[in-house]
Each structure stands twice: as C-alpha cells, then as structure tokens.
C-alpha cells in the first residue's frame, strides 16, 4: 500500500512540474517585442540640440535651455505617423506635411524622397545627419554636414 502511494505520489508531482514548467515556457511568448525602429519614430519629436560641420570645425548652433543660441529651433516639431505621413511645424506658424519612410536598413529616412543620415533612433532620442551646400566668405560652395538631436515632447 505505502509503494502505490508513493507511485501515485510521485506522478501527482511529475505531473505538476511538467505543468508548471510548460506554464513558465509559455509566458516567454507574452514578453513585449522589441519596437521595430519605424514604431520608434512614430511620436512627435522637438530639437535637443542642431550641429554644423565644415572639416575639422564642428559649430552648435542651437542647444534646448540655452540663452545665446545662434538659431531658436525651440518651437520646431517633427510629427511622424504611423501611415507614413510626417508634418514639421517651423515655429513660424508654417506647417509642412509629407510622407516618410525608413530605408537601407533603418539608416536612412526619407522625408518625400530626401534621404536624412540616422545615427541614432531609440525611444529617447533620434539623431540625425544631412549634407547641405553653402557658399563660403570667398564664394565658394562648401558642404555642410548637418547633424540634430531630436527628443520625444513630453
């Protein structure tokens, strides 16, 4: 009698553990997957901070907080939605709207077809650079590597 109620014992708990460990398995499947870099980017953004570069000379232009920035980006917003379309507000009342997408790989971002550089895009900052030609004291045109830090309004 004691050896059947040992048997019966031990299949009770065999059983048991191979519930529970079947139970703990399956909960890995309900962990929150990463966002994918495109769920990253849809909020809306506001600079941190705007950057030019020309060689070795590196300028910051604007900073968010600082009193004597060259340019006042405070109020510029970059609105990405999910159905691919983007708006930016330029702090002058003029709003632009277009569409977005994120190619190569996550590391470029086309806004309506003109690629922006993405250095970085989590859910605390996206950082971004662009080329653009100026025309130096001299005349000539120069390449400018532009380069932004964008952080979720909060």
Do not use: H
């Amino acid at each position: 009698m004691n050896l059947f109620l040992y048997r019966s014992t031990a299949s009770v708990l065999s059983a048991f553990v191979l519930i529970f460990g079947l139970m703990a398995c399956s909960q890995s499947d309900d962990d929150p997957q990463p966002l994918t870099k495109a769920e990253l980017l849809v909020r809306t953004w506001e600079v941190q901070s705007a950057t030019s570069a020309y060689g070795r000379t590196s300028y910051l232009f604007y900073e968010k907080g600082r009193s004597d920035n060259d340019s006042d980006l405070s109020a510029y917003r970059f609105a990405f939605r999910a159905d691919g379309s983007y708006s930016f507000i330029d702090g002058s009342s003029s709003t632009y709207m277009g569409v977005w997408q994120l190619t190569d790989n996550d590391t470029s971002l086309l806004l309506d077809g003109d690629p922006l550089t993405v250095l970085t895009l989590t859910d605390k900052n996206l950082d971004f650079s662009f080329m653009s030609d100026e025309t130096d004291t001299n005349g000539n045109v120069i390449q400018i590597t532009n380069t932004y830090r964008l952080v979720p309004v909060q």
